[in-house]
């Protein structure tokens, strides 16, 4: 299986700061790389896709980019329904799929 | 709306088995992968496996292919997980969830299924 190593494993942060937050692949994934988002007690949801598009409805301020191993998700301009957990997922290997430990970005 | 409704939380014992169903409603079933994703408490999220509803045909995770059984009912538009031979470290939050046909990308999810496997 491909291994996604994400960094850091959380992160304190400010309202109005901006995170970076990185997600490393054991091989070349190409731009198969997913973002999702989770707040306590919910199910995840989709937030990047494809390295750098937005799913429907997520702010501009969430910016993807990367390509073969390395990849980050930068969030300018925090606000306070950000702080969550948020996870990087390769859906390059389709019957091995894999996802980061997770970043918890806290207030 | 487009959502995914999975059953209630569920306690098994150790070596018993678990189903999990998972109800699709507001697009076709038939067009979109059903995934198994879960998550132990604290922990991060574990592809299980997946099954294309319009053939039946799944691809289970290497690490459960001895353990996990996925099946659907296209007149229900249901999809189903069964987990056998239950330890407690498979106590978790079962999450269903949706792909398009051609990718993994994951853009709709359920709201979990907590399972506990306690004596």
């Known amino acids: 299986d491909i291994q996604m190593t994400q960094s850091p494993s959380s992160l304190s942060a400010s309202v109005g700061d901006r995170v970076t937050i990185t997600c490393r692949a054991s091989q070349s994934i190409f731009t198969y790389l997913n973002w999702y988002q989770q707040k306590p007690g919910k199910a995840p949801e989709l937030l990047v896709y494809?390295?750098?598009n937005l799913q429907s409805g997520v702010p501009l301020r969430f910016i993807g980019s990367g390509s073969g191993t390395d990849f980050t998700l930068t969030i300018t301009n925090l606000q306070l329904q950000d702080f969550a957990t948020y996870y990087c997922q390769q859906s390059f290997n389709t019957l091995g799929i894999t996802f980061g430990q997770g970043t918890r970005l806290e207030i | 709306q487009e959502q995914l409704v999975q059953s209630g939380a569920d306690v098994k014992k150790p070596g018993a088995s678990v189903k999990v169903s998972c109800k699709a409603s507001?697009?076709?079933?038939?067009?979109?992968?059903i995934h198994w994703v879960r998550q132990a408490p604290g922990q991060g999220l574990e592809w299980m496996g997946r099954i294309n509803p319009n053939s039946g045909g799944t691809d289970p995770a290497q690490k459960f292919q001895d353990r996990v059984t996925m099946t659907r009912d296209t007149s229900l538009n249901t999809a189903y997980m069964e987990l056998s031979s239950l330890r407690s470290d498979d106590t978790a939050v079962y999450f269903c969830a949706r792909s398009p046909l051609f990718g993994a990308i994951i853009d709709l999810w359920g709201r979990g299924t907590l399972v506990t496997v306690s004596s």
């Open positions: 494809a390295v750098s």
């Open positions: 507001g697009y076709t079933f038939t067009g979109y992968y």
